[in-house]
């Protein structure tokens, strides 16, 4: 058996070394692509989360919007029943409501002498 020449040795072990060195590069590139994929994605969850924020922001003063137009519509309808002169507990028990939100829904000058209640 003839020994290996020194020089066959060394690029033996060169040979594998490239070729470690190419297995240790291609895993650290996809290690990189991996932290790209993961960095990507969560800037945009950061994003999807704002945008849904600002969704719901906007959602809520549209509620809020729509409520007081509502409200403002029902407290209309009290003050016009209360005009053509119909008592407060009247009022109250024709559309199902508590006395006192009868009260708060038409305003100070809409109730002067309505002792009718009574």
């Known amino acids: 058996m003839a020994e290996q020449r020194k020089s066959a040795k060394q690029t033996a072990a060169r040979a594998r070394a490239r070729e470690r060195a190419a297995e240790y590069r291609e895993l650290q590139d996809t ?3 991996l932290a790209v994929d993961y960095f990507v994605a969560a800037d945009s969850v950061e994003e999807i989360q704002a945008n849904v924020e600002k969704e719901i ?3 809520r003063a549209r ?5 007081a137009e509502a409200r403002a519509k029902a407290d209309a309808v009290v003050a016009s029943m209360l005009e053509l002169g119909v008592a407060r507990n009247e009022v109250a028990a024709r559309l199902g409501i508590a006395t006192r939100d009868v009260k708060r829904a038409t305003p100070a000058t809409t109730a002067d002498g309505d002792n009718s209640e009574l």
């Open 57 to 59: 922001a906007e959602a």
């Open 63 to 67: 509620g809020e919007q729509q409520s």
């Open 31 to 33: 290690l990189e692509q």
